[in-house]
């Protein structure tokens, strides 16, 4: 696996590197898996050295909704040996960091991958990329081998591992600009969360109608003021 190198044009503004534990919580909701998800046993040397940490492990994106607005939004665990809680209850969680190395490898990795996620398998992927970069302590990031891996050598396992690795050899090249904010969200006994928010969003159609109707009118009363 190709070690990952952190991108010299990143930039780290983008990346919520906020202080840790704000004094004010946010109040968010977990509503279930995104997808169905691609169900695979993950370890983790950190924390066990002979088990897995998970077993059969729905690996996806989650989706959450904010207490305050109601509005919903996809998150990414950050922590396998953890439990995100009960769907359908609010919890407080904070506006947390990531370390300068974190940063910029998230950032390349939500900058080439999440904007084309779409299957069970390629969410699947990038949830086991994201570990990989939060948990491995060795200097090779390798979905298949070091201290975080995916366990099992069945098909869905080895399919799900290689793609994780190409998602991670291709943010390591990756020398554009950020295309996302990322924030991380931590609580003391539940899973911390990676959320991605698009920066500079392409504006929809209605958008542009809208802005277009707004030049002409603007052009036809330049128009009427000309001397004539």
Not at 93 to 114: K, M, P
Not at 121 to 141: D, N, P, S, V, Y
Not at 164 to 182: D, E, R, V, W
Not at 200 to 209: C, K, L, M, W
């Amino acid at each position: 696996m190709k070690q990952f190198l952190a991108p010299s044009l990143i930039a780290l503004g983008a990346l919520a590197l906020a202080p840790a534990h704000a004094a004010t919580p946010v109040q968010i909701v977990w509503q279930g898996i995104d997808m169905a998800g691609t169900k695979l046993s993950t370890q983790d040397a950190t924390v066990s050295t002979s088990t897995p940490v998970t077993s059969n492990y729905a690996t996806t994106a989650l989706n959450y909704s904010y207490v305050a607005s109601g509005d919903s939004f996809i998150a990414y665990c950050i922590e396998p040996s953890q439990s995100n809680g009960r769907a359908g209850f609010s919890r407080d969680y904070f506006v947390d960091s990531f370390s300068a190395t974190q940063s910029q490898r998230l950032q390349a990795l939500f900058s080439t991958e999440y904007g084309q996620l779409n299957t069970y398998t390629e969410k699947a992927a990038f949830q086991i990329a994201i570990w990989e970069i939060m948990r491995e302590t060795g200097g090779t990031l390798d979905a298949a081998n070091g201290s975080f891996h995916i366990l099992g050598n069945d098909a869905t396992s080895g399919q799900v591992a290689a793609l994780a690795n190409s998602f991670m050899t291709a943010a390591a090249s990756y020398n554009g600009p950020a295309l996302y904010s990322l924030t991380r969200l931590s609580s003391a006994n539940l899973q911390d969360l990676v959320t991605a928010t698009a920066i500079n969003a392409v504006p929809e159609p209605e958008t542009y109608a809208l802005l277009l109707a707004g030049l002409g009118i603007v052009g036809l009363v330049a128009r009427r003021r000309l001397p004539r």
